[in-house]
């Protein structure tokens, strides 16, 4: 047994230490009534690989509880009524395994090279995983299939179709899309998009272009998925969000590695940040509509939320905290690698033996106060959120156009390591457009894309700092969450536009002099800092590391001269 799978029996072995099938109840007399599912999808008729014994088409969430629970290991009923799960050996993504088919057209449409997540592989190889797949669930007694739709923009939406080896990830792929009518179904006709997830099973690592035996495979031209060698159900969900950062620019949208909420008055906000940055606090207000919690489209229509469900982490959560998402995780959700008491099947959130990344996937409705349709008008404001450790970042800035894509295409955020490894120092991160992983297409299109619609439809760009003030981690303090939220608040209102603004020296950001209910003293990190040699020090040795970062992008034409891009760098930092 390989060093991962010992691992993996171990972790089951603590949470998973009572199976419910030892107790089984005779059901020989039970009667069920059951209703047939009318509209069982033609898979594949053209495709001699595809010869699958039985399909399960489109199950309820109550079909698809019976088929874990009698079918799948490490599957239980939590207390809240919960499907708890386990991934296997891999409880994340894996992007070094992901591959894109280079072909003639995608050569010279993708971005490839250095800083792109895009790892080429050819023809051949996909057509021996795509086989390698098809053989394994060729081999099953049955194979669940969803077919769903992604992108909320009825203009727009994407019929995909998701061929699955197992229960749970049938659930998970039925909260994370669009769930389509009975009306829908029956018409639903041929996907545009089709994943075949054979991850029990893994690739041929003497396979050309594969270097284990885990494989994310896509085919654009093809237009499918492929996935061996990992069980992790976020892999479906992230490679759909890679295709439409593929398709929609080809229709002139923006796709949107974001939050986006409305308030009441119609006025929409988009929330980028990466892990940490409090993204999904400050996007999920009890007093604006979710419109989403992760992935958007910016069509000439407004925004679009692109799944039907959300994705959340769960590590550490809380009622109290977190009040939506907990209540969320009832019956229908999925609890990816948690733990929880074998007697009580209560889960405990605090637990990380299996992994940091437990998550919670549930649909959209939810939240309470999800907007269904999830559409909305064009954003009011575009909101950039860093988590900045070194505390030289104001609080908040509004930044010009150019500001915008050079901060947008920069994404960044600063960590800081567990102090049982005992790093003091906090460490700059750094992905492009808030999601590097996913993109397609260079990130000056996107940026540039960002931009004209910005300008077209009046959007203002801030960049908020929810990380330190007064010096940097292990000195100074983060930034309270209330003060934040004063300033999302004000963001929101349009209050912080009427108010003076002061330029910042180095990073040329616009502060405000004033925001109701956030000490003045804090809106310029100058001025919280005691040694003021230190702060200077500090915010040239970020400037360089933005600059380090951006080298990469520096020379990337955007159009038919350079001018966009000579704008760009000049919105980077100057010293």
């Not at 998973?16 to 059901?27: E, F, L, R």
């Not at 992790?232 to 929609?248: D, P, Q, T, V």
Request: one cysteine or more; charged letters at 20%; proline letters at 4%.
């Amino acid at each position: 047994m390989a060093i991962g799978e010992t691992k993996v029996a171990q972790e089951e072995c603590k949470v998973v230490k009572k199976d419910p099938a030892s107790n089984k109840t005779n059901t020989d007399n039970l009667k069920f009534t059951h209703v047939p599912n009318y509209f069982a999808p033609t898979i594949c008729a053209t495709d001699n690989a595809a010869k699958f014994m039985k399909v399960l088409h489109n199950l309820t969430p109550a079909e698809l509880y019976e088929q874990a629970l009698q079918h799948e290991k490490g599957s239980f009923i939590t207390s809240s009524g919960a499907l708890a799960t386990l991934s296997g050996a891999k409880t994340g993504r894996c992007p070094k395994d992901k591959r894109v088919v280079k072909d003639e057209s995608t050569e010279q449409e993708l971005w490839w090279g250095n800083g792109s997540p895009n790892i080429e592989m050819d023809e051949q190889s996909f057509m021996v995983n795509r086989e390698t797949a098809m053989n394994y669930l060729n081999s099953l007694d049955k194979v669940f299939v969803n077919d769903q739709f992604i992108n909320w923009d009825p203009e727009n939406i994407i019929k995909v179709r998701i061929v699955s080896a197992k229960a749970y990830h049938s659930l998970f792929m039925h909260n994370m899309c669009i769930r389509p009518t009975a009306e829908e179904l029956e018409n639903f006709g041929s996907p545009e998009f089709t994943i075949y997830n054979a991850g029990q099973f893994p690739c041929n690592r003497y396979t050309h272009c594969m270097t284990s035996s885990t494989s994310i495979n896509i085919n654009l031209a093809r237009k499918e998925m492929v996935i061996l060698g990992t069980m992790y159900a976020g892999e479906m969900k992230k490679g759909l969000f890679s295709l439409m950062h593929y398709l929609m620019p080809k229709r002139h949208i923006l796709s949107l590695h974001s939050g986006c909420n409305m308030g009441k008055d119609g006025d929409v906000a988009l929330f980028f940040g990466l892990s940490g940055t409090g993204k999904t606090t400050l996007s999920t207000d009890q007093n604006r509509y979710l419109i989403g919690d992760d992935e958007h489209c910016w069509s000439d229509n407004g925004v679009s939320n692109i799944e039907g469900g959300c994705y959340a982490k769960c590590i550490d959560l809380s009622q109290e905290k977190e009040r939506g998402i907990w209540n969320a995780i009832k019956f229908g959700s999925v609890l990816e690698n948690v733990a929880f008491d074998e007697h009580t099947r209560v889960v405990d959130y605090s637990d990380n033996s299996i992994t940091e990344n437990t998550r919670a996937a549930y649909p959209i409705e939810y939240i309470p106060n999800a907007k269904i349709p999830c559409v909305g008008p064009h954003p009011k404001n575009v909101i950039l959120l860093a988590c900045d450790a070194f505390g030289v970042l104001p609080p908040v800035s509004k930044l010009n156009l150019a500001q915008t894509m050079y901060h947008f295409i920069s994404g960044y955020t600063a960590l800081v390591a567990g102090t049982e490894e005992g790093v003091k120092e906090p460490k700059a991160t750094f992905s492009a457009c808030f999601g590097a992983a996913f993109l397609m297409l260079h990130p000056t299109k996107y940026a540039a894309m960002l931009a004209e619609k910005m300008q077209k439809h009046g959007a203002t760009a801030w960049l908020v700092n929810t990380g330190w003030s007064g010096g940097s981690y292990g000195t100074g303090k983060r930034i309270k969450l209330s003060y934040t939220r004063k300033i999302i608040d004000a963001i929101h209102s349009g209050s912080l536009l009427n108010t003076n603004y002061k330029k910042t020296e180095v990073f040329g950001l616009e502060i405000p002099s004033e925001i109701g209910g956030v000490p003045s003293e804090i809106l310029d990190p100058v001025n919280t800092w005691s040694d003021k040699k230190a702060y200077h020090e500090t915010l040239l040795k970020l400037a360089g590391l933005f600059k380090t970062n951006f080298e990469t992008f520096a020379n990337y034409k955007i159009g038919k001269d350079n001018k966009l891009t000579e704008d760009i760098l000049a919105a980077g930092p100057n010293f």
